[in-house]
């Protein structure tokens, strides 16, 4: 075989590894691959996907057509694993944040270019990681370093600390507005975060459960005053169905979505769920595996509450009971889809989607490492069985 022949083999090689399969008859191959060594000889023709028109029967998801795992199938894997996940997303959807999204006045326009700043003054949990903006000329990039966690606080800041998190939403608006206003590091307009933070209480019901903490802690320190005795301590429970457990003590407070307790009895429940405490010193981790992760983060993007991904988060129909549960990159590849007729906001996000994506895969891949490092013994027990039929 000559040099020639050898060169052209090793290039069809080349372009067939890196997924080059829309040459023309009689294209060159030479000039096709080794883009990196000679980029100014890169091929004029490229690979066109067409339009992105190919609609999912299962969920109505768009796809470009190649992206079918099955080319005689009408439904997508991607988007909702072939019809079987199945999620109610961003219903229903406050007109005042769906108009800072979609419009074209100067104020929506100041919203999304700032938009990760609005979400930060006003979110109930706070997402803490090393940030590193790469240097030089270039679109905006999101980049972290390490480990990503999220945290939340108490219900009243420590004495001398400013105001955070759920702490500002419980604001009165006029004193939330001045306080968070003027930081210089929110670059926020005042009358879009008075809307905002209106908005918010209006329709968020987390943002209404720590009001309501508020109002029951407020009443036991006036009677603690009248009585002559010590405030009782009050904490919160996020859950929606425990309404046995909260008949089971004497000072118990519900909404819809939360109870609050007044007293220091130890086994009211908060192992497994999350507890908000009066006034607390240190931060409290929320796990990424926690259905309210996401909403208590992201109050911008899921503005009337509801939850995340959580691990009992079940498939409409699924094969067998081990692929019962959707997985967490099933959750947000449904959510990230397009869809027609319906309004996602993470399309109009700008930098705070390039955060909430990076955000999403950090905790996919924390939960596969997780996942590996807590089935060890199993793990190793396949590999023996694989080695033992080799
Ligand atoms: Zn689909």
Not at 24 to 35: E, F, M
Not at 164 to 193: K, P, Y
Not at 308 to 316: A, C, D, F, I, V
């Amino acid at each position: 075989m000559t040099q020639s022949e050898l060169d052209l083999r090793s290039a069809k090689h080349a372009a067939y590894r890196s997924g080059v399969r829309a040459l023309q008859p009689g294209h060159n191959l030479r000039t096709s691959v080794g883009i990196a060594r000679d980029y100014q000889r890169r091929p004029s023709s490229a690979h066109h996907l067409g339009n992105m028109d190919d609609s999912c029967s299962g969920c109505g998801a768009a796809h470009f057509r190649d992206e079918k795992a099955t080319p005689g199938r009408t439904q997508y894997m991607m988007c909702c694993a072939k019809n079987t996940v199945e999620l109610p997303l961003f219903e229903p959807f406050p007109e005042t944040l769906r108009s800072l999204y979609l419009n074209q006045d100067d104020d929506s326009k100041s919203f999304r270019k700032f938009i990760r700043n609005y979400n930060n003054a006003l979110p109930m949990a706070s997402m803490t990681a090393d940030i590193v903006t790469p240097q030089g000329f270039g679109p905006y990039c999101f980049r972290v370093h390490g480990q990503v966690y999220h945290t939340i606080g108490g219900l009243q800041p420590r004495d001398g600390d400013p105001p955070q998190c759920a702490q500002v939403l419980i604001m009165d608006t006029n004193e939330a507005a001045q306080e968070l206003c003027g930081r210089d590091a929110n670059r926020v307009v005042e009358s879009t975060f008075r809307t905002l933070h209106n908005m918010l209480n209006d329709s968020n019901p987390y943002v209404r459960a720590f009001r309501l903490m508020a109002q029951v802690a407020d009443e036991e320190s006036r009677n603690a005053q009248e009585q002559g005795r010590t405030s009782r301590p009050v904490r919160m429970v996020f859950e929606q169905n425990n309404a046995d457990d909260h008949r089971r003590y004497n000072f118990a407070t519900a909404n819809e979505v939360a109870i609050v307790y007044v007293g220091d009895e130890e086994s009211i429940l908060g192992d497994r769920f999350l507890v908000i405490h009066e006034q607390t010193g240190n931060l409290k981790f929320i796990s990424q595996l926690d259905k309210l992760c996401d909403p208590l983060t992201y109050t911008l993007l899921f503005p009337s509450g509801g939850h995340g991904w959580h691990p009992e988060m079940e498939r409409t129909e699924y094969a067998s009971p081990r692929r019962a549960r959707v997985t967490q990159k099933q959750y947000y590849s449904f959510v990230l889809s397009t869809r027609d007729r319906q309004f996602n906001p993470l399309h109009y996000a700008g930098k705070l989607l390039q955060q909430f994506i990076v955000d999403s895969w950090l905790k996919i891949e924390m939960n596969r490492l997780n996942f590996i490092r807590q089935n060890q013994h199993q793990l190793r027990l396949d590999t023996v069985q694989g080695l033992q039929l080799i």
